[in-house]
């Protein structure tokens, strides 16, 4: 049976209330760092509690950054297309690029140790965060990539190694069955194979089985 809908309403418990915000406030950021990576997205969030606190979270460059940036393009016209994106003022555009470039410069010195020079705030750290989400996500399916071609090479290669030295095969499987066909008599293992392929000795028999199965091997290894 399907639930009903939830009726949503104010929590009573003080206590139950503050921990169902950190946990849903957590979620909200996280979800928006998400949104922000997948999709490349530049994404503000500004939340103040019910005591006042203030938390926030800008994706790319810093909350200033991101505020000017709305208040420049919340005055322009939507775009044509119905798509909802709006115009930005080159001026406007060059002045959040260089607060970017800043933003990762101060980040490797920090990164690399400079830190009793290099003081950056929260905004900072998690636009900088953000930016290391984006490059380690690309890195990885770069290295993914190029993993996959390797592999779709290497079956590629072995499979054209086994078309054309298939004619080579009876020798390998013949290396191969050289075993104590003395010490597979007691087991009856050579018997069974003689029973099943009547005219032929067991010797020849359990080789012909081998072989087959071999040859059976190598034609599905790749």
Known sequence: MARGKVQLRRIENPV??????????????????????????????????AHGKLYDLATTGTMDGLIERYKSASGEGVAAD????????PKQEAMVLKQEI???????????????????NVDELNALERYLEIWMFNIRSAKMQIMIQEIQALKSKASQLIT???YKYPNIIDNLLKVDLDSLYAGGHVES????????DSRTAWTD???HDYSRSAEWAF
């Open 82 to 89: 119905g798509c909802g994106d709006q115009r930005v003022d």
């Open 164 to 166: 054309v030295n298939i």
């Open 16 to 49: 139950h209330r503050q921990v169902t915000f950190c946990k849903r406030r957590a979620g909200l950021l996280k979800k928006a760092r998400e949104l922000s990576v997948l999709c490349d997205a530049d994404i503000g969030i500004i939340i103040f509690s």
């Open 209 to 211: 089985r081998r072989r």
């Open 193 to 200: 194979c003689q029973r099943n392929s009547p005219g032929k």
């Open 102 to 120: 800043d933003l990762l410069q101060k980040g490797l010195r920090y990164i690399y140790g400079n830190r009793a020079n290099e003081h950056m």
